[in-house]
């Protein structure tokens, strides 16, 4: 669970909301700890060969038929979410590249 400014998302549900959109085609949501949220929900998202998807047009998705805590998304893309041998998403290095990308950035 990722609990951002007082709310409790469930990282499964925003993952099976986004995987609705028809240019994704594999997510990954985690929380990012955050100063003033506590934490903020990242998804990690694959397009689709050929397609291109911005922030902005996620979040509009988002918003368009989704409850306002699933609105506070930020995203980032990624040629594939890391996975080790056993086939399990490997949250914790989401979490880890999301922070090195974030200072890097900075």
Do not use: W, Y
Request: with cysteine.
């Amino acid at each position: 669970m990722i609990k951002t400014g007082g709310i409790n998302v469930a990282p499964r549900e925003v993952e099976e909301f986004l995987a609705l959109h028809p240019a994704i085609e594999n997510v990954a949501v985690v929380g990012v700890p955050d100063e003033r949220l506590s934490e903020i929900v990242v998804a990690f998202v694959v397009a689709r060969a050929g397609e291109d998807l911005t922030e902005n047009e996620l979040r509009s998705f988002c918003a368009s038929a989704s409850p306002a805590s699933r609105s506070r998304l930020a995203s980032t893309s990624s040629e594939s979410c890391p996975q080790p041998t056993t086939g399990k998403l490997a949250r914790r290095a989401l979490v880890k590249l999301d922070q090195t990308r974030s200072r890097s950035t900075a």
